[in-house]
Every structure is written in C-alpha cells, then in structure tokens.
C-alpha cells in the first residue's frame, strides 16, 4: 500500500532540546510539505521541497528546519528557537504536473513542557 | 493579501443535507479543494474543483463554485454520523514557474451531525 507515515505520533519534549519528526512516502511524490496546526486555526506551511536536495521556507518556518536528501523522506527538526512548538504538525506529498492534489499523513502531535 | 474564511460551526440532523461555505480571496487559484479531518488523525482529501467549472457532484458530495462572489461550498446529501469531523477548504498558489502549489487553508469548519 503507498502512502505517507509520520512517527512518532505522539512525541513530549523538555523546554530547549530539539527534536525530529519523521515524514516518509512511497507514493513517487517529487514534492513534499509540513504544516503545523494549532486549535481552532487552519493549516500553515512551515517547509517545503520540490526536488531533492532543495527546499523553501513557508509562512512560519522560524524556529524550524528541514533536510530533503532522499526523496522517500523530509524530515522536521523543531530547534530550541521556536517559542510555541507544540502543536500536531503534518506532513504531505504531492505528485507534481497533471493535477495537484496533496496527500497527507496522520500527524505528529508534539507536546513540549 | 491571502485569506480563506470558513464558519467554525455546523450541525445537523442525520439524513438531512449539510452545506459547508467557504471564501476565498485570490482570483488566480487554479484549484480549490475540500478536505475532511477526523479527530486526532491527517487530512483526507475529499474533492476540487477547477476555477473554470461552476459545479462538481461526487456521489453523496456537491461543490459550487461562484468566482464572481469567490464563494465556495460543499453540499453533503443524506449526511451520516460517520461525516461528523472538521471540514477544511483551500485554495492553492501556485509558485514561481507553476511548479510548487502552495495551499492556503480556512480554519475549518467543524460538523457535528446528530443522530
């Protein structure tokens, strides 16, 4: 079956430490995406990569940062930096050219005290 | 400036007819989508539309679309409790060169559908 796994899916962190959250697909996707979600709000991009090996910063990527060197994965580390990390972030792929249309993992919900 | 707004609020009846209504701000959008999100788990994509139809039906689902208004909604017929989630639409924007879509999403749109 393809699709897009996240793990852990749920994660606690001390206050100052960092920490990774994995995002792999098998779908063939080129491009892929993390969003975080707070309650009561809508998705926002954090990261975003078309091809291996390059990626772009979203609307809120302070505090955060992304590697792309296999395609299968894109991984999000949380640093220290970010002021209000926890939240349930989610991953997405999406096959680029036709119609675009991004799939999604079941989340991570990271809880940091 | 880029902004989806969606109500946060619908319940209904099981069997009866729930419409989800959103708006949109850029008239660029190629696609817009609707998606569905159970309690703890990812996003679903239930239907989209191109920006150049005014309608789509998906069996029970039925997306209207009204550019002039930028107003997008989902009908959902004979809705069941097992529809009961947050409905979120999007629009997306594209990036340099047409080849990153980046979505924009509302605050969704939660349905509580009462038996």
């Known amino acids: 079956d393809g699709g897009i796994t996240q793990s852990p899916k749920y994660l606690f962190r001390k206050e100052g430490q960092n920490v990774t959250l994995s995002c792999e697909q098998n779908l063939n996707h080129d491009a892929m995406y993390w969003y975080r979600q707070d309650p009561g709000q809508g998705l926002r991009l954090i990261y975003y990569?078309?091809?291996?090996?390059?990626?772009q910063k979203g609307d809120i990527a302070e505090g955060y940062s992304v590697s792309r060197e296999k395609k299968e994965s894109f991984p999000l580390t949380v640093t220290s930096a970010q002021k209000n990390p926890t939240a349930f972030y989610l991953c997405?792929?999406?096959?680029?050219?036709?119609?675009?249309?991004?799939?999604f993992g079941p989340g991570t919900r990271l809880t940091v005290t | 400036g880029e902004d989806v707004e969606q109500s946060l609020f619908l319940s209904v009846r099981e069997g009866d007819s729930s419409v989800i209504n959103c708006t949109y701000t850029d008239s660029s959008s190629t696609y817009l989508y609707w998606y569905k999100q159970e309690p703890g788990a990812g996003l679903q994509l239930l239907t989209y539309?191109?920006?150049?139809?005014d309608m789509k039906q998906d069996q029970r689902l039925t997306v209207l679309l009204n550019k002039k208004d930028k107003h997008l909604s989902l009908r959902i017929a004979d809705t069941q409790t097992g529809d009961s989630a947050i409905y979120f639409c999007?629009?997306?924007?594209f990036g340099a060169g047409g080849a990153t879509n980046k979505l924009i999403f509302g605050t969704g749109t939660l349905l509580a559908v009462q038996p």
């Open positions: 999007a629009e997306s924007i």
């Open positions: 997405a792929s999406e096959r680029t050219g036709g119609i675009y249309e991004q799939y």
């Open positions: 990569s078309q091809i291996v090996n390059d990626f």
């Open positions: 539309i191109f920006s150049n139809m």
